[in-house]
């Protein structure tokens, strides 16, 4: 996996042309949404903002933000993909180029860790969980992001699903992703799953015939009466925890390593 990382050519290509096409959007409708939310979490659960660290930041877009708002007293980003690092540091973000697993002995802890999309790529997330700990100062935030197993979207389209694919070689639920970084010392604060698409890409399949919908309930909901229920069904399934995009929000216990 390390070696993955180091040599992607997939990842080289979206360095140098997915990410820059779509860098203006993300920014706007992912990047800067995300960042009001780790502010707010950081507040409710009185963290300071002296540090951040972000692992695995792909192209740098969520931590430039981050340091164009000035919320944050530092910035730092540990990203081993040399294409991914160069792109952080073309943005100004500094980057340790170095798996979290390598990086995590020399670096200062922050007050709020966060890793977007990153650890349903690893064939270790546990090893993960326990390098990030030691990045986090003790009271501080670890706040994760990835699908939801469990989640409308995943749990309709089964293989179908974007999802479900080659380099998500993890898929997690609130309570496995729970129960892992407990284990690691860290104490679950919540779990939510803000995503917004489910019902959208579930309407999508079927609309393009990869998918065939068992239940009249949900033809009503995703085809027939489109316009009136899809925005509404997609809030109830964030709302109560059945969207198959989900954060966890854990703090490091104080004495756990």
């Not at 792109?87 to 890793?115: F, K, N, Y």
């Not at 639920?173 to 919540?190: H, I, Q, Y």
């Not at 033809?219 to 995009?245: K, M, N, P, T, Y």
Request: glycine share 10%.
């Amino acid at each position: 996996m390390a070696d993955y990382y180091a040599n992607s050519e997939n990842y080289a290509y979206w360095a140098k042309h997915i990410f820059p096409a779509s860098e203006a959007t993300r920014r706007e409708k992912i990047h800067k949404p995300w960042l009001a939310r780790v502010l707010d979490l950081a507040g409710r659960y009185g963290v300071g903002t002296g540090r951040l660290i972000e692992v695995g930041p792909g192209f740098g877009t969520f931590c430039s933000v981050a340091m164009e708002s000035g919320a944050f007293g530092e910035v730092v980003a540990v990203e081993p993909t040399p294409e991914l690092a160069q792109a952080c540091r073309d943005r100004g973000v500094p980057v340790i180029q170095s798996r979290i697993e390598d990086a995590a002995q020399g670096l200062e802890p922050a007050d709020v860790v966060v890793a977007f999309e990153v650890i349903e790529h690893l064939f270790e997330p546990g090893r993960f969980i326990e390098q990030a700990a030691r990045l986090v100062r003790p009271g501080g935030l670890l706040i994760l992001s990835c699908p939801n197993g469990e989640g409308f979207d995943i749990a309709e389209l089964g293989p179908e699903s974007l999802a479900v694919d080659a380099e998500h070689v993890n898929l997690f639920n609130p309570r496995s992703l729970a129960l892992l970084v407990e284990k690691a010392g860290f104490e679950t604060l919540e779990s939510m799953t803000p995503g917004r698409l489910d019902a959208e890409l579930v309407r999508d399949a079927v609309l393009d015939g990869r998918h065939t919908l068992g239940s009249p309930f949900l033809r009503r909901v995703l085809l027939e009466e489109w316009d009136r229920l899809g925005w509404s069904f997609q809030q109830f399934l964030a709302e109560s925890g059945l969207s198959a995009h989900m954060w966890l929000v854990s703090r490091r216990r104080r004495g756990a390593l």
